[in-house]
């Protein structure tokens, strides 16, 4: 008898210590929020990625300078003598196939492999890259702006699956963190691209060496990450049984969410999604962001050089700061962020806070670019790198916040609300520049510039702040959508039936 009940104690002993070990493991394993493991290593590629998305982007700013006229970098390369509609066509031509490939790359994302979309899009867009040089120098412009309609069709899918991807390998209390990280490869790339394009163009290898660069570097991150990433913790070969439960728990994912057979049967729920004031809330945010950081990376140069005859085009260095206060402010305001989640503020109050900092700050910042004096070019720079530093609590306000609505079904929110915002990309400029079409040097024609984009952050945060959720929606689950459906249909039959 005595045996007995020590036998039983001890089995109690030891299941309360395994209740104990599991609990230790989903709350601190050793993949814990301050260890590196897996999810860390998937979201360095990812940043990797964004980084070399960006600079074949930001590249193709630079290159554009001696590709028109040489003797402005290294004489020795061929030149087109291109006007400035071609220059334009040149620029907007990456963002036709961009805009197009958004909701398709957030679908295909989600009902097929957003490691393998990834992957093989940052494969092609690198090679159209390469390729640049070669067939411009035999069909001129057309080539150049095939592939860059190549490259946007292929680099469409970034965004989205980026997205998708931290849906899967980035725990609630680790979010802000490690989503802010990824994205933040987009100013980082933006930062190195601007002077090291420069110094490759007067280079012996000219201009088309920062095609061949950034392109060679682009199809070497597409085969690393087909080779190490991941679509989730359970599809991963290496990663740790303790790292995998933390996040599998913390996402309150199972095995069977995974199974592809099960995936297969999660059809988006259009317009349950269309209809929802929180997703609005964000298409009306990244249409504000959009706008202002649009017309900041493109108009504020002239203006500077115009207006307060700021000479910025012979120093790169210049043109990075903004980017640079932005890309080193990033980590302390995603820091703070989940911080303030761990102190038990709500997801959705923190969400807000952020996008607060991100858009009401920079229109601030814009609105006193009008009264700053004549040839004070200190004071405007000081400005403009506010502006855009700002801009980092964006990172940690809506363009999280599809996930927070619905880990399903993230990366093809995020491909919407990006496809709409990149239509505001292309035409915030142009309108801008219908609005100083008469004089680049009319202090109040640029005054107007300013406020209109102040006016457009400050509603596109009030919407934000009104509408925007923390919580998951209940449109996410597959089976609460069918089963409002099937209500909804219920309810139609009963009223077509007494008619």
């Given at each position: 008898?005595a ?5 039983k104690d001890?089995d ?6 395994a209740?104990r070990k599991?609990s230790?493991v ?12 897996t999810?860390h ?19 193709m700013?630079?290159?554009i300078v001696p590709?028109i006229n040489?003797?402005?970098a290294n ?5 087109y003598?291109?006007d400035?509609?071609e220059?334009?066509l040149?620029l ?6 961009y805009?197009v490939?958004?909701?398709p790359?957030?679908y ?6 957003a ?5 093989v ?12 040089p ?7 412009l057309v ?6 309609v190549?490259m946007?069709l292929?680099?469409?899918c970034?965004?989205p699956?980026v997205?998708t991807?931290l849906s899967?390998?980035a725990p ?5 963190r ?6 933040a490869g ?13 110094a490759l163009?007067?280079?012996a290898g000219g201009w088309p ?10 199809i ?14 359970f599809?991963?070969r290496?990663?740790?049984q ?7 728990e ?10 592809p057979?099960?995936k ?6 259009w317009?349950?999604i269309?209809?929802?004031w929180p997703?609005w809330a964000?298409?009306?945010a990244h249409c504000g962001q959009n706008?202002?950081y649009w017309?900041?990376?493109t ?6 050089k115009?207006v ?5 085009e012979?120093?790169?260095g ?5 980017y ?9 305001v995603?820091w703070l962020s ?8 709500s ?7 952020s ?5 009401w700050?920079?229109?601030?910042a ?7 004096p ?8 000081a400005l403009?790198?506010v502006?855009?530093g700002l801009?980092?609590g ?12 619905s880990p399903n079904y993230a990366g093809t929110?995020?491909?919407?609300t990006n ?7 292309i ?22 510039v300013f406020y ?18 923390g919580?998951v929606?209940?449109?996410?689950d597959p089976d609460e959508v069918?089963a409002r459906?099937?209500?909804?249909r ?7 039936t007494?008619?």
């Amino acid at each position: 008898m005595a045996i007995g009940i020590g036998k039983k104690d001890e089995d109690v002993e030891s299941s309360g210590k395994a209740s104990r070990k599991t609990s230790t493991v989903a709350e601190n394993p050793a993949g814990s929020s301050y260890n590196l493991g897996t999810r860390h290593l998937q979201t360095l590629l990812m940043f990797l990625g964004m980084t070399l998305g960006y600079c074949q982007r930001v590249g193709m700013s630079v290159a554009i300078v001696p590709m028109i006229n040489a003797s402005t970098a290294n004489p020795d390369f061929e030149d087109y003598k291109w006007d400035n509609t071609e220059k334009s066509l040149a620029l907007s031509s990456f963002f036709w196939g961009y805009t197009v490939a958004q909701v398709p790359s957030g679908y295909v994302a989600g009902i097929w492999s957003a490691q393998m979309l990834l992957s093989v899009g940052m494969l092609l867009c690198g090679i159209f890259n390469v390729i640049t040089p070669f067939v411009t120098h035999r069909w001129n412009l057309v080539a150049v702006c095939v592939c860059r309609v190549g490259m946007g069709l292929t680099q469409g899918c970034l965004l989205p699956c980026v997205h998708t991807l931290l849906s899967k390998w980035a725990p609630p209390p680790e979010r802000a963190r490690l989503g802010t990280f990824a994205y933040a490869g987009a100013q980082f790339g933006t930062v190195i691209a601007l002077p090291i394009s420069g110094a490759l163009a007067a280079s012996a290898g000219g201009w088309p060496s920062i095609f061949y660069l950034f392109g060679a570097l682009a199809i070497l991150w597409s085969v690393c990450f087909f080779l190490l990433g991941a679509d989730s913790p359970f599809k991963h070969r290496s990663i740790s049984q303790e790292e995998k439960e933390y996040i599998e728990e913390s996402l309150r994912t199972t095995e069977r969410k995974e199974d592809p057979k099960v995936k297969q049967k999660l059809r988006t729920p259009w317009r349950e999604i269309f209809t929802s004031w929180p997703m609005w809330a964000i298409i009306l945010a990244h249409c504000g962001q959009n706008w202002g950081y649009w017309t900041l990376l493109t108009e504020m140069p002239t203006y500077m050089k115009k207006v307060l005859n700021f000479n910025i085009e012979g120093s790169g260095g210049y043109s990075a700061l903004p980017y640079l206060a932005m890309w080193i402010l990033s980590f302390p305001v995603s820091w703070l962020s989940d911080f303030a989640l761990e102190k038990g503020a709500s997801r959705g109050l923190v969400r807000k806070l952020s996008n607060t900092m991100a858009f009401w700050g920079p229109a601030i910042a814009l609105a006193c670019m009008s009264v700053i004096p004549r040839n004070n070019s200190t004071y405007a720079l000081a400005l403009l790198i506010v502006a855009v530093g700002l801009n980092a609590g964006s990172l940690c306000g809506f363009q999280v916040n599809h996930i927070d609505l619905s880990p399903n079904y993230a990366g093809t929110m995020m491909s919407i609300t990006n496809c709409i915002a990149s239509v505001v990309a292309i035409l915030a400029p142009l309108i801008c520049d219908q609005i100083i079409i008469t004089d680049e040097t009319n202090v109040h024609q640029w005054n107007n510039v300013f406020y209109v984009s102040a006016a457009i952050y400050f509603l596109g945060n009030l919407a934000f702040v009104i509408f925007s959720k923390g919580e998951v929606q209940w449109w996410n689950d597959p089976d609460e959508v069918e089963a409002r459906r099937q209500k909804r249909r219920r309810k139609n039959d009963m009223i077509e039936t007494q008619t």
